[in-house]
């Protein structure tokens, strides 16, 4: 399930947008305010933030620049349509913007093909502070290049294409099979986590789910 972030201060606007979008299928996380929409993002990941541009404690930009370095797509939902706040916002790095009022079925076709659009177009995903490019193979810490096996960047690749997800054992086995095509086994897998650990460092932190997983925020 795709996660949304809504940041909106008018709650009848938003509750119609909370419905409507889980109807579609996607997770959607509602804030308020600016200091709620930060502490969202501080606790997870988002395939997409709806921001309007006005909120009690800030602005629209000021949560677009909270997600700067993440791979989350942005919409600006605003009663603003000058020329200057449009480029403003797609010189942010929005990927739409949206004037209110507007009809809720072409905000929930936008959505479907902002998310789609990132999906064909994106080589680079974000977790913690590495950067994986996915059309060169290729990890990066702080833009050092990380020394990995195909194995362990298989499992780097996995954990970021279900950042904020807890992975069973099973699945993780399910996704790294080594390069003859062989299963990895079970032990095997601790000591590939421990490896991953040790070069990623403090950069991103993989979660121990106790008797289950792993799981990274």
Not at 68 to 82: E, P
Not at 150 to 176: C, M, N, P, V, W
Request: charged content about 25%.
């Amino acid at each position: 399930m795709q996660k949304i972030l809504l940041v909106e201060d008018d709650s009848i606007i938003a509750s119609g947008l909370v419905y409507a979008l889980e109807q579609e299928g996607y997770g959607v996380v509602h804030c308020g305010s600016f200091n709620d929409a930060k502490n969202a993002i501080s606790s997870g990941h988002f395939a997409l933030a709806i921001l309007d541009m006005q909120l009690p404690d800030g602005t629209g930009f000021d949560v677009r620049e909270t997600l700067r370095g993440t791979d989350t797509a942005i919409i600006f939902l605003t009663v603003f349509d000058d020329e200057g706040n449009i480029v403003r916002a797609f010189d942010s790095g929005a990927d739409d913007y949206i004037t209110k009022p507007f009809r809720l079925r072409e905000l929930i076709a936008r959505v479907r093909r902002t998310l789609n659009m990132g999906e064909r177009g994106s080589h680079i995903i974000n977790m913690g502070r590495i950067t994986i490019d996915t059309s060169a193979g290729k990890a990066y810490k702080q833009d050092a290049i990380l020394d990995l096996t195909a194995l362990e960047y298989r499992l780097l690749l996995t954990f970021a294409q279900h950042k904020g997800q807890l992975l069973t054992r099973t699945q993780i086995l399910d996704s790294i099979w080594d390069s003859a095509g062989n299963f990895v086994e079970d032990n095997t897998l601790t000591v590939y986590i421990k490896r991953l650990r040790e070069k990623l460092g403090d950069s991103v932190n993989i979660e121990t789910v106790r008797g289950v997983g792993y799981r990274v925020g």
